[in-house]
């Protein structure tokens, strides 16, 4: 038994695996931007508090901690924010947020943020998974199903 087909069979399937999961991901993400695009209510959030956490790349260390009202109740988050909004934004600003009726944690703060998010992520997911399967086919994972002939 030759090990470099096994090793591309596993490797190969690593890499598939984690470009379905993304890809699966984003299709659930995007279900949920249509989902808030046709029965999202608009409401009024207002910033609480503002920082940046240190040590964490630009897209995930500006945050805000907000609060929105739905059905008579208050809800308050945390979200990492693009520069710009965390720019702009102080404590006690206002901005619109479109939020689903039903389930307010399906939020969201500007609008497009959760179908840009998920479009990025899908694209990123069929592209490992593209990377996975021609690691499979490159590195000889085919091999691994070949059937040995016996020596006559």
Do not use: C
Not at 27 to 44: F, W, Y
Not at 68 to 96: C, K, M, W, Y
Request: glycine share 10%.
């Amino acid at each position: 038994m030759n090990i470099r087909p096994l090793r591309a069979l596993i490797i190969a399937g690593i890499v598939l695996a984690t470009g379905i999961w993304l890809s699966a991901t984003a299709i659930s993400q995007l279900n949920d931007a249509s989902i808030l695009q046709r029965t999202g209510v608009e409401t009024t959030g207002t910033v609480s508090q503002k920082w940046i956490v240190a040590g964490e790349s630009k897209d995930t260390s500006h945050r805000i901690r907000y609060t929105f009202q739905l059905n008579d109740q208050n809800h308050t988050f945390e979200r990492s924010v693009p520069i710009a909004l965390h720019r702009v934004v102080h404590s006690g600003s206002n901005f619109r947020v479109t939020v689903s009726p039903q389930d307010p944690d399906l939020h969201e703060i500007f609008p497009g943020q959760l179908a840009g998010t998920a479009q990025s992520q899908l694209i990123a997911g069929l592209i490992i998974g593209a990377i996975g399967v021609a690691i499979f086919f490159l590195g000889g994972g085919m091999g691994f199903f070949r059937r040995e002939e016996p020596d006559v």
